[in-house]
């Protein structure tokens, strides 16, 4: 079955470096989307790619985040500086075109020390 | 508008009881209604949705429960089972839209 993949599984980082986040989505899936998960809450949006496109990065923090899709397959996300509110899982998903159904993958956690 | 709220917070159920999860929306935009289950260290994974077209979808042990008049949707888990304890999380999603709307989740623990 296939599947979202990212990496790394886990990061710890100390306040004001830099980390960035890997995605691969599922192939042929034409939408990525970058969730931020706070512990104990549901996922929010950051951004979300069609193809190599930004279709809504109105909750992306753009003074530190980046996000990039640069030939429409996998993506990445950065963080710089980061701080210690940034703690938390990052999730990436993919679907078709049609968003109803997302795939996640098993996410990122990061930790800034 | 875009907030959906999620009760209860926690849970806890018997083996072989009834799950019970609720949720409620205020944005009559909203026209698809997904529940997801997480595992620890998992992402979410989709477990059952429906539109607003019908007031109930069942898949094996799994009910959802449409209210459009309330606005409000259910999560009924029958013959619950410790494999069952996850975090379940409501979603919404609006038409003009491309993203979803998650509710802060209910963690479930099934005893055995």
């Known amino acids: 079955e296939a599947e979202v993949a990212q990496s790394p599984r886990y990061k710890i980082t100390e306040k004001s470096q830099a980390v960035a986040f890997w995605c691969d989505p599922i192939?042929?899936?034409?939408?990525l989307y970058w969730y931020r998960q706070i512990l104990g809450q549901g996922p929010e949006l950051l951004v979300q790619?069609?193809?190599?496109?930004?279709?809504?990065d109105s909750q992306l923090p753009k003074d530190r985040f980046s996000a990039e899709r640069l030939k429409g397959v996998d993506s990445t996300l950065k963080i710089q500086p980061a701080e210690l509110g940034d703690s938390a899982m990052y999730l990436c998903?993919?679907?078709?075109?049609?968003?109803?159904?997302?795939?996640f993958g098993p996410g990122t956690r990061l930790l800034v020390l | 508008q875009q907030q959906v709220k999620q009760s209860p917070q926690s849970l806890i159920v018997q083996k072989g009881g009834i799950s019970i999860i609720n949720c409620a929306y205020e944005?009559?935009?909203?026209?698809?209604f997904p529940w997801y289950q997480q595992f620890p260290g998992k992402g979410p994974a989709l477990l059952i949705a429906?539109?607003?077209?019908?007031s109930e979808k069942k898949e094996g042990r799994f009910t959802i429960s449409f209210n459009k008049s309330a606005k409000q949707f259910s999560l009924h888990i029958m013959d619950s089972q410790p494999g069952d304890s996850a975090t379940y999380f409501c979603?919404?999603?609006?038409?003009?839209?491309?993203?979803?709307?998650f509710g802060p989740g209910t963690r479930l623990s099934v005893l055995p």
């Open positions: 944005n009559t935009a909203f026209d698809y």
């Open positions: 998903a993919s679907s078709l075109p049609s968003p109803e159904t997302q795939y």
């Open positions: 979603a919404a999603w609006y038409n003009y839209g491309q993203n979803f709307v």
């Open positions: 429906i539109r607003p077209d019908v």
């Open positions: 192939s042929g899936h034409a939408t």
């Open positions: 790619f069609q193809d190599e496109s930004v279709v809504d």
